[in-house]
């Protein structure tokens, strides 16, 4: 097998806001395994917060490249379990890659391939566009994904979200964290106001204290908010745990839900626990969280990072197994160079083609590597 880097800048529409950053692009460095004439493609994109840089992420991305050499066929790198200190988002990306590429050869979508190897995984509690569905099985999983509105000033929030119920999304996350808290609030109520049929999820990205949490969360259950994501800084998810225990409304772990070993002190202790690919290492590590999880209280929400359509695609094919799904990181790109999972109508959906069933639009400002 023989694996090649670009990298590419991928541009947001507009800046995105939350409590610790505010951000208007990131890298992402596709890898592109073939074999036998066929292709596989994968993404990782950079993250300040995961100590991902550019460089890092190449000289991570190149070795893994070069470690494919070993292996007869893509299936057989498939089925070899990562082991080493790679970044999660590396293997991920890695995953994809051979996904996609063994898809395209036994001529199925990835979720078929998923399915075959973890027939055993059930969903916690999910919820599709046309209401509850199982493990894809015969269907081709779909979600209705949150749109993320950022920390702006209310009236815009207002107008973001009147636009987004428009064009049809019935979920919108909203980030919170705000030097004053009274600001966050006045965001919910004009978003509650210009969307009134949306459901509302709220994410403060660590930025409350749990005294701020206690006094904050029967508010926003007041205005409607469905479930609150990460309110507390990652680090001691003991205190999560127990905020959960009081809170009047379900608490999302996200920062401090990266590892299984992380889930499995969270699992029937929290409301639910978002899963991204990129941080706990692809989607049979997804699966095996929601498989450590289901039955016990605590449901599954897919995220994800800012990226184009090939990042979100793997997840995109587990999208019916999640209570709560939120991959919308290609929606909010000036333009995204991948396209073949939808979302500008509010519902994500895997393709029916073999592999990931992505292509290429268009290659924007790129580093052969």
Request: hydrophobic share 40%; charged share 25%; net charge negative.
């Amino acid at each position: 097998m023989k694996a090649t880097l670009r990298t590419v800048r991928l541009e947001l529409a507009e800046p995105l806001r939350i409590s610790r950053s505010t951000m208007t692009a990131r890298d992402a460095v596709w890898l592109t395994v073939e074999h036998e004439g066929m292709t596989g493609h994968g993404e990782a994109v950079t993250s300040v917060y995961y100590g991902l840089n550019t460089a890092e992420l190449q000289r991570q991305l190149y070795e893994a490249g070069m470690d494919l050499g070993r292996f007869g066929d893509p299936e057989s790198a498939l089925r070899e379990e990562p082991t080493g200190d790679r970044p999660p988002a590396v293997t991920a990306a890695v995953e994809a890659a051979l996904l996609d590429l063994c898809g395209k050869r036994s001529g199925v979508p990835v979720h078929r391939l998923l399915d075959a190897r973890n027939a055993r995984t059930a969903p916690s509690s999910p919820s599709g566009p046309s209401g509850p569905s199982g493990p894809s099985g015969t269907s081709t999983p779909s979600a209705r994904t949150a749109r993320t509105i950022g920390i702006v000033p209310a009236e815009r929030a207002a107008a973001q979200a009147r636009s987004l119920a428009d064009s049809g999304f019935t979920v919108i996350k909203v980030k919170a964290g705000a030097p004053d808290p009274e600001d966050d609030l006045d965001r919910i109520r004009a978003i509650a106001a210009a969307a009134p049929r949306a459901r509302l999820l709220l994410d403060p990205n660590g930025a409350w204290t749990s005294a701020q949490a206690l006094q904050l969360l029967p508010r926003y259950a007041e205005l409607g908010v469905e479930a609150v994501e990460q309110p507390l800084a990652p680090g001691d998810p003991e205190v999560l745990a127990r905020l959960a225990e009081r809170s009047p409304l379900p608490l999302i772990a996200d920062e401090d839900a990266v590892t299984y070993e992380d889930v499995r002190r969270l699992a029937g202790r929290v409301h639910g626990v978002n899963v991204k690919l990129a941080k706990c290492g692809g989607p049979y590590a997804a699966l095996r969280i929601a498989e450590l999880i289901a039955g016990s209280g605590t449901e599954l929400m897919l995220g994800c990072l800012t990226a184009s359509t090939l990042g979100l695609a793997p997840a995109v094919h587990l999208a019916d197994r999640a209570r709560w799904a939120d991959l919308d990181g290609h929606l909010l790109l000036a333009d995204d160079p991948w396209t073949g999972i939808g979302g500008a109508d509010g519902v994500v959906r895997a393709s029916g083609l073999p592999g990931l069933g992505v292509r290429e639009r268009w290659v924007g400002r790129e580093d052969a590597t």
